[in-house]
């Protein structure tokens, strides 16, 4: 329960400084906590005002919030804390991680999670921008960085190569 939702009710925070020291440096980065209230009114506003501009009634602008603004925060928020709750407990372990670290790849959870529910390279090897490596994983959120790098919107990202695979495999 805790690795699940526990860990919202405890004030223990993780400092920056010391696991990412440039996050707090990056003036976008230190944007998005000052905009969270805003960006919050902004995710339930939007499926609201879409419902009312599609249709031009309440039912359907409540119905919007109900579906594209409530439920889908929901599900969205269970998808990635049972990353962190079931990912720890069942699944494979094809790649090394430190002694106390139990991560899994849970295949049925990466189809729902956009690939990131193979936690075991993203434990073993932090800085890898794909997780779905072995053939016939699907890493959509690789495809995505993918996409944003040949944009010029991400740059310096860290792909697996061979060398690297091999130094972590179980």
């Given at each position: 329960?805790?690795?699940h939702v526990g860990w919202l009710f405890r004030n223990d925070r993780t400092?920056?400084?010391r696991y990412a020291p440039d996050l707090p440096a990056d003036r976008d980065v230190r944007t998005v906590p000052r905009a969270s209230s805003a960006l919050r009114v902004l995710i339930l506003a939007?499926?609201?005002a879409a419902g009312w501009l599609i249709s031009g009634s309440w039912v359907s602008a409540l119905t919007a919030l109900l579906w594209a603004g409530l439920v889908r925060l929901a599900l969205l928020h269970h998808?990635?804390?049972?990353?962190?709750?079931?990912?720890h407990v069942i699944g494979e372990r094809p790649f090394r991680t430190r002694?106390?670290?139990r991560a899994t790849n849970l295949w049925p959870l990466a189809l729902l999670?956009?690939?990131?529910?193979?936690?075991?390279?993203?434990r073993a090897?932090?800085?890898c921008a794909r997780h779905g490596v072995d053939r016939g994983q699907l890493d959509p959120s690789a495809a995505v960085i993918r996409f944003f790098e040949r944009l010029s919107w991400v740059w310096d990202?860290?792909?697996?190569?061979?060398d690297r695979l091999a130094a972590r495999h179980a």
């Open positions: 329960m805790d690795a400092p920056a400084s939007l499926p609201f998808v990635t804390w049972r990353g962190n709750s079931l990912c002694g106390h670290d999670s956009f690939g990131e529910s193979r936690h075991t390279l993203h090897d932090p800085t990202v860290r792909c697996p190569t061979p």
